[in-house]
């Protein structure tokens, strides 16, 4: 009915030239872990200056992701799927959308750390971090392989499954 006012897909079956959530997702990452190190680095050399980079590199990746994940879920919705990638973008999916929560609950803690003094943070909030980190390389892992291994969006797997090979 209102197809007509949708762009045309181009041959990356996009209605943009190229996906556009890895651009945004890639601020996301660096913003994360850039906030890890620096709160180890403030926590070991006692410069709380450092706790401050890592309190706004926080608070612009949690609004960052959530323009990741509608992007993500554009991109993904438009991806020409074939059976042996569903389970990795199902779970990508899925930890995409938990991280937001995470991160956004890491963020409020951190806020509230901050409130409560600037110069120090607590090992436990490291701990957390740490973890944090673990699970933001997991899904790197998992974004990697949907673009390397399995090829969404690239022009010749989008060609394959439009011609039935896939």
């Not at 620096?38 to 706790?51: E, P, T």
């Not at 609950?105 to 607590?122: C, F, K, M, N, S």
Request: glycine residues 8%; contains cysteine; aromatic residues 14%.
């Amino acid at each position: 009915m209102f197809e007509h006012l949708l762009p045309p897909l181009n041959d990356h079956n996009l209605p943009y030239p190229d996906t556009i959530h890895p651009i945004v997702v890639h601020f996301v990452i660096a913003m994360v872990l850039f906030a890890f190190l620096c709160d180890v680095i403030g926590y070991f050399s006692r410069n709380s200056r450092l706790f401050e980079v890592s309190w706004w590199n926080m608070f612009l990746a949690t609004i960052a992701i959530f323009v990741a994940i509608i992007f993500g879920q554009v991109e993904a919705g438009l991806a020409l799927g074939y059976d042996a990638v569903a389970p990795v973008l199902h779970l990508h999916t899925i930890i995409g959308w938990s991280l937001s929560g995470i991160i956004a609950a890491i963020t409020g803690w951190r806020y509230v750390i901050r409130l409560r003094d600037r110069e120090i943070i607590p090992l436990s909030y490291l701990g957390v971090g740490m973890v944090l980190s673990i699970l933001v390389f997991f899904q790197v892992y998992l974004g990697d392989k949907l673009v390397w291994v399995y090829g969404l969006h690239t022009v010749p797997v989008v060609e394959a499954v439009k011609g039935g090979i896939l």
